[in-house]
């Protein structure tokens, strides 16, 4: 392995090469590739940012200039590392979970929004590339990290309507990717399928959930619909202890069944983990992994847990030593050879820890159940309600202050 490493911590695990055995799960359309593959569609995707940049810019000086920004920007998240792998779903190539899939318009808007960062240019720019939004208070769950348990199954503020007219806002202002919270949005399969329907094509709709109930029929429905993917918590890779730390006896047989119907009717999938203190070694992560892989997700995303909702007021802080077996992972299973097969991981106290939070009304924000404005999921900081009047002076304010815990 030729990837530089710093650090103690040990690997004993080494990838095994072959298919998947789990066929049943798999798609010609639905695949991580890596090797020619990768390297051909990342040909045509460079070509892509070479006809955005001629577009936007009538200089060639500022074409080259362009794309030294954009790989630069690559390399401020992610460091000098060479791309590995993408994931391949319904026709478009994914290299992280909250960069738009190639080809799109919706991923050269992106684009092309980023390159207002270098230069200002023709486009109509995204003011944020995700909003999270949460529509229900509604859960059969009672999750022990929950960021929203103090609100959980309280009666519900924002109507069907209110929704509608709050994606038209955060449309208006320029949205790339749409994420559906709670609560558990599949308790309002309706209402999600209503709002996607209704909504301009400018956003790409994700769909952060436990994977209740999501058989292949409602999967099918929100495809249909508009969705492009979901992030299905998974919080262990041993069915007792997911099922214990949700408090829900069904918890991590709907994750895998939600993953494997999500997957089959062409949606993007990740597990998303809250990665705890008593969960963290070298066996627990490098065994979800390996449960991750079996099940043909196309990412995992790591999440340190924060002092919020439930966890107000305890010391949930990883140790340092976590923290690099953590950041040792996502390193060498993204950029190694030898784990071309697996999940690409996404982890955001890696680069959260070198670049600063993106989101606190900068590039991303999260809105709650009752239609207040807060920097994050994990940062309960309300700054307006996204209804006000003057709701984007609040978000300006909130860009200002920044992100408490990372402004750098």
């Given at each position: 392995?030729?990837?530089?490493?710093?650090?103690?911590?040990d690997?004993?695990?080494?990838?095994?090469?072959?298919?998947?055995?789990?066929?049943?799960i798999?798609?010609?359309?639905?695949?991580?590739?890596?090797?020619?593959?990768?390297?051909?569609?990342?040909?045509?995707l460079?070509?892509?940012l070479?006809?955005?940049?001629?577009?936007?810019?009538?200089?060639?000086?500022?074409?080259?200039?362009?794309?030294?920004?954009?790989?630069?920007?690559?390399?401020?998240?992610?460091?000098?590392?060479?791309?590995?792998?993408?994931?391949?779903?319904?026709?478009?190539?994914?290299?992280?979970?909250?960069?738009?899939?190639w080809?799109?318009?919706?991923?050269?808007?992106f684009?092309?929004?980023?390159?207002?960062?270098?230069?200002?240019?023709?486009?109509?720019?995204?003011?944020?590339?995700?909003?999270?939004?949460?529509?229900?208070?509604?859960?059969a769950?009672?999750?022990?990290?929950?960021?929203?348990?103090?609100?959980?199954?309280?009666?519900?503020?924002?109507?069907?309507?209110?929704?509608?007219?709050?994606?038209?806002?955060?449309?208006?202002?320029?949205?790339?990717?749409?994420?559906?919270?709670?609560?558990?949005?599949?308790?309002?399969?309706?209402?999600?399928?209503?709002?996607?329907?209704?909504?301009?094509?400018?956003?790409?709709?994700?769909?952060?959930?436990?994977?209740?109930?999501?058989?292949?029929?409602?999967?099918?429905?929100?495809?249909?619909?508009?969705?492009?993917?979901?992030?299905?918590?998974?919080?262990?890779?041993?069915?007792?202890?997911?099922?214990?730390?949700?408090?829900?006896?069904?918890?991590?047989?709907?994750?895998?069944?939600?993953?494997?119907?999500?997957?089959?009717?062409?949606?993007?999938?990740?597990?998303?983990?809250?990665?705890r203190?008593?969960?963290?070694?070298?066996?627990?992560?490098?065994?979800?992994?390996?449960?991750?892989?079996?099940?043909?997700?196309?990412?995992?995303?790591?999440?340190?847990?924060?002092?919020?909702?439930?966890?107000?007021?305890?010391?949930?802080?990883?140790?340092?030593?976590?923290?690099?077996?953590l950041?040792?992972t996502?390193?060498?299973?993204?950029?190694?050879?030898?784990?071309?097969?697996?999940?690409?991981?996404?982890?955001?106290?890696?680069?959260?820890?070198?670049?600063?939070?993106?989101?606190?009304?900068?590039?991303?924000?999260?809105?709650?159940?009752?239609?207040?404005?807060?920097?994050?999921?994990?940062?309960?900081?309300?700054?307006?309600?996204?209804?006000?009047?003057?709701?984007?002076?609040?978000?300006?304010?909130?860009?200002?202050?920044?992100?408490?815990?990372?402004?750098?």
């Amino acid at each position: 392995d030729a990837l530089p490493f710093t650090g103690s911590v040990d690997w004993p695990y080494t990838a095994v090469a072959g298919k998947r055995k789990d066929r049943a799960i798999n798609s010609s359309q639905s695949r991580m590739i890596s090797g020619h593959r990768k390297s051909w569609a990342h040909f045509k995707l460079k070509v892509t940012l070479l006809r955005i940049l001629i577009r936007e810019y009538n200089n060639p000086l500022d074409w080259i200039r362009g794309l030294q920004f954009l790989i630069k920007l690559r390399r401020r998240f992610l460091g000098d590392h060479s791309l590995k792998k993408m994931a391949l779903v319904d026709g478009k190539y994914y290299m992280g979970l909250f960069t738009p899939g190639w080809p799109g318009k919706v991923h050269d808007r992106f684009i092309a929004s980023e390159l207002n960062n270098f230069k200002r240019n023709t486009s109509s720019p995204y003011r944020f590339n995700h909003v999270f939004l949460a529509i229900t208070k509604k859960c059969a769950l009672r999750c022990e990290h929950c960021y929203e348990w103090d609100s959980l199954n309280k009666k519900e503020v924002l109507s069907e309507e209110a929704l509608h007219t709050t994606i038209e806002r955060i449309q208006e202002l320029g949205t790339a990717q749409i994420h559906f919270t709670g609560g558990e949005p599949m308790l309002k399969l309706d209402m999600m399928r209503s709002l996607m329907k209704k909504a301009s094509f400018g956003s790409n709709f994700w769909m952060n959930t436990s994977g209740l109930k999501l058989t292949h029929t409602h999967a099918q429905i929100l495809k249909a619909a508009g969705l492009t993917g979901v992030f299905i918590s998974l919080d262990h890779y041993m069915p007792e202890e997911h099922n214990s730390f949700r408090n829900y006896k069904d918890a991590f047989y709907w994750a895998l069944e939600g993953a494997k119907n999500a997957k089959n009717n062409g949606l993007v999938v990740a597990f998303s983990v809250c990665m705890r203190k008593d969960f963290v070694t070298v066996e627990n992560v490098l065994q979800f992994m390996e449960l991750a892989k079996k099940t043909g997700v196309h990412f995992v995303q790591f999440l340190e847990p924060k002092a919020v909702g439930h966890y107000k007021d305890v010391d949930v802080s990883l140790r340092k030593d976590q923290i690099e077996l953590l950041e040792t992972t996502f390193l060498k299973m993204n950029f190694s050879d030898n784990y071309s097969s697996y999940p690409i991981i996404t982890y955001h106290g890696y680069y959260q820890r070198r670049q600063g939070c993106f989101s606190a009304g900068k590039r991303g924000v999260y809105i709650d159940t009752d239609g207040d404005i807060n920097p994050c999921t994990f940062c309960h900081k309300k700054s307006g309600n996204i209804l006000d009047d003057d709701m984007e002076n609040k978000l300006a304010t909130m860009s200002d202050a920044g992100c408490p815990s990372y402004n750098l």
